[in-house]
């Protein structure tokens, strides 16, 4: 073996004696520890198929979904079971529990007084003297029944007498909603002057037979062009305006496609644009206080104004003329020209900056 030789296997002995001590003491990867998952838990009233709830169920769900949370929602039949997840959430000891409607107000209100480091989220309702941890969102959908009266008295013409309300009865309350109505007709016609029918009973708010017949004799006694206000989003309505031959509006969600050729358009409340603005401050700590949603921040609209309007089913939508008009009121009221309070509390809600 030449020296040469002798040479290069030393240090090929030499480097392979090495590798191993240079694996040995490469330094370990730091352990990793997940970052702790947000954990959100949703109690609402139990939801019908297409209606409002399901949708803010899904709405909910997505948009804390998106901010990294694990969410659980908790249905309720009933008040017991209400109740009882109530009390099941604030057990679990989530991020957060959020309560869809005003049904869940009232067992949220004690329950956020009484367990203060937990956080409590309201959607479509408020307390009237709410705790530091129980924050609230509501809609300002008194805008978009006005905006429906001007629709109506757009869709009667020179008809004035052809406008109706259909309400649950006559109380101070009603009669802001009937007004804000009224006042949103007298836009288009000052002459406009919709004629009243009040359903009457124990529960006229849920009495949906009764919704249905007071409709059908104002239509009898020349109104074809009929609203409801202040009560609950009502099918029975829609199918007495197909049965009957006359146009009414949808509730909350686009109902348009429920009574083809009867619905004018529909009110909508967008609880994804209300949470995806809401809920990343909530969940950062920002806590307490109302949180207003409009016609200026999109969380209030006509199904014949927002996405997807052409596929709507709405009668507004094929008069484009009439449209324009109303996209004009929506503008009106956007800009603060047009002021309109709310019913319940004669202004508008003060909006958190």
Not at 33 to 49: H, I, Y
Not at 112 to 118: F, M, R, T, V, Y
Not at 324 to 345: F, H, K, N, W
């Amino acid at each position: 073996m030449t020296p040469r030789s002798r040479t290069l296997l030393t240090i090929a002995f030499l480097l392979a004696a090495a590798l191993p001590l240079t694996a040995c003491s490469a330094p370990s990867p730091e352990p990793t520890t997940p970052a702790p998952s947000l954990t959100v838990v949703v109690v609402t009233p139990a939801a019908a198929s297409g209606g409002f709830l399901e949708q803010a169920i899904t709405s909910t769900t997505a948009v804390a979904t998106s901010l990294g949370a694990t969410v659980e929602v908790l249905e309720s039949e009933n008040a017991d079971s209400l109740h009882t997840n109530v009390e099941t959430a604030i057990a679990a000891a989530p991020d957060l529990i959020i309560g869809l409607t005003d049904e869940v107000l009232y067992e949220f209100d004690p329950a956020a007084a009484s367990n203060l480091e937990q956080q409590f989220l309201l959607v479509d309702t408020s307390a009237a003297e709410p705790t530091s941890n129980l924050t609230s969102i509501v809609f300002r959908d008194y805008e978009a029944t006005y905006l429906t009266g001007v629709e109506a008295s757009l869709i009667a013409g020179a008809d004035d007498s052809a406008i109706g309300i259909v309400a649950p009865e006559q109380d101070a309350l009603v009669q802001s909603w009937t007004d804000l109505f009224s006042d949103g007709a007298q836009q288009v016609s000052r002459t406009a002057s919709p004629a009243i029918g009040y359903i009457g009973g124990e529960l006229p708010t849920a009495d949906s037979a009764g919704a249905a017949t007071t409709a059908a004799a104002l239509a009898a006694d020349g109104a074809h062009v009929i609203q409801s206000v202040e009560l609950a989003p009502d099918v029975d309505l829609l199918a007495a305006a197909s049965d009957n031959g006359f146009s009414t509006f949808g509730s909350q969600v686009n109902q348009c496609d429920l009574a083809p050729g009867h619905v004018v358009d529909s009110t909508i409340k967008r609880v994804d644009v209300a949470l995806e603005a809401t809920l990343p401050r909530v969940l950062d700590g920002d806590t307490g206080g109302v949180y207003s949603f409009g016609l200026a921040e999109g969380g209030v609209t006509l199904a014949s104004l927002d996405d997807g309007a052409a596929e709507s089913g709405c009668l507004i939508v094929d008069e484009p003329e009439l449209l324009a008009q109303v996209t004009d009121a929506r503008d009106r009221i956007v800009s603060g020209e047009t002021l309109v309070g709310d019913p319940l509390y004669a202004q508008p809600i003060p909006e958190l900056g």
